[in-house]
């Protein structure tokens, strides 16, 4: 649904099914990258555009089993990214959106990606690390009177 900011009466967007942990807005605010339920409970990677009527629905043909998230949108809005996972690397990838070739943005050699964001002027930020699996066990942490 959209909930005008200024208060006002909400109006549906769209009706079909939308994984919530799959949607990322473009830069603009005109699209949505999200993922929704496609033929037999299918995953499958739509582009929303808004507008005053029924969204325009684009189905992009990127396969959701080779994408992770988080999902985002290039500073331009003209391709959406996600992770390209390969066990504990991650690398960010752009889809354009007008059909061209999907292209890597980072070129990392280690390390998985927990968060990315792009400035409008194209700088990306990256949060990134390893999983940690040592157990540890601290003693002697009893709180002390001040």
Sequence with gaps: ???????????????????????????????????SEGPNQSHQPVVLTLGPGAP??????????DI???????????????LHRTGSLDNIWAFPIDGARPYAVTH???????????AKDGRLAVSRGSVNSDAV???GLAAKPH
């Design 137 to 139: 066990l601290a003693t």
């Design 1 to 35: 649904s959209d909930l005008p900011v200024g208060g006002g009466t909400p109006r549906q967007l769209w009706s079909g099914y939308i994984f919530a942990d799959g949607i990322a807005a473009s830069p603009d605010g005109t699209r949505i990258f999200a993922v």
């Design 56 to 65: 325009e629905v684009k189905h992009i043909g990127l396969n959701y089993f």
């Design 68 to 82: 992770a998230q988080p999902f985002g949108w290039t500073a331009d809005g003209r391709a959406v990214t996600y």
């Design 108 to 118: 990392f050699t280690s390390m998985n990606i927990a968060a990315y964001a792009f």
